[in-house]
């Protein structure tokens, strides 16, 4: 499951090991690999634009970014993860309001004040916190969430990432 600020992984026991998004990637991972029973397929990015070289390491319907550069808490995360199923070899990918893909963004639109909506997108904000002010968060209003997103006519979800942050400019 994705928070905004962690995610939760639990396994058939009902006991829950959460990664918040500045841990290793290494133990993130390799949770990951145990929960899903397979390796993920990992590759190179060099983007020509921010955020600059990244790992990825997939699986079927998930996706983790590894920027790069040092975390920074508490707006600059270690790594980012993307949801576009919603199961992976029995798992469940959801986030914790139990939010999946394939599921109507519209609903979510009424429930969750930060959406975002145009004739070719549709994106909400969902579990927002607010960060505050701090030597080591320097900006006012920012905030971290989960970000829900659609681009499909039937305005059904098709990516679920966090943390998405706000970074209050």
């Given at each position: 499951m994705l928070t905004?600020?962690?995610?939760q992984v639990t396994s058939s026991d009902d006991?829950?090991?959460s990664f918040s998004y500045y841990d290793p990637i290494e133990d993130v991972v390799a949770a990951l690999t145990a929960a899903?029973?397979?390796d993920p397929v990992v590759g190179r990015e060099y983007p020509t634009v921010e955020p600059g070289p990244q790992t990825l390491y997939?699986?079927?319907g998930l996706r983790i970014v590894d920027e790069d550069w040092p975390a920074a808490a508490p707006l600059d995360s270690n790594y980012y993860v993307v949801l576009e199923a919603p199961e992976?070899?029995?798992v469940s990918l959801a986030t914790i309001d139990g939010i999946q893909i394939g599921?109507?963004?519209l609903t979510l639109a009424d429930q969750y004040p930060h959406t975002l909506?145009?004739?070719d997108s549709f994106a909400v904000f969902v579990g927002?916190?607010?960060i505050p002010r701090s030597d080591a968060n320097p900006r006012d209003n920012s905030s971290i969430s989960v970000w829900v997103w659609t681009d499909n006519p039937e305005r059904t979800i098709t990516s679920i990432s966090s943390p998405a942050e706000d970074y209050g400019v």
């Open positions: 905004p600020e962690a995610m006991s829950v090991v899903f029973g397979a997939e699986w079927p992976l070899n029995g599921d109507s963004a909506t145009d004739e927002g916190v607010d």
